[in-house]
């Protein structure tokens, strides 16, 4: 995923931001793919891809360090997961 979509997502407010919102919504299986920053704690990065295998979500690592994700979500903080919402861009249209 590039910057450019991010910055979509963002602004059509698909993203929720944290390891924890994004643990949270992983075990509803409300989110259809998580975003990790390059250098995630590997802590998180277990957990969530944990949790994520089994709801079958996606996992993508980016190539953005946490405190660059945080500038493109501007957010005075580093920002190592991001979590994309189901059907949040079909629901947002309506």
């Known amino acids: 995923m590039d910057v450019n979509e991010i910055k979509k997502l963002w602004k059509n407010e698909s993203l929720v931001v944290g390891s924890d919102e994004v643990l ?3 075990r509803r299986g409300e989110l259809e793919k998580v975003l990790l920053a ?3 704690p590997a802590a ?3 957990d ?3 949790f994520a295998s089994l ?4 996992v993508e ?4 360090p ?7 979500c501007k957010k005075p903080f580093s920002i190592a997961v991001l979590g994309l919402k189901k ?5 947002k249209r309506r």
């Open 48 to 50: 969530v891809k944990r």
């Open 55 to 58: 709801k079958s979500v996606e």
């Open 24 to 26: 949270k919504l992983l």
């Open 87 to 91: 059907s949040s861009g079909a629901a």
């Open 66 to 72: 946490n405190d660059e994700l945080g500038t493109l």
């Open 44 to 46: 998180v990065v277990e």
């Open 61 to 64: 690592t980016l190539e953005i």
């Open 38 to 40: 390059k250098n995630a």
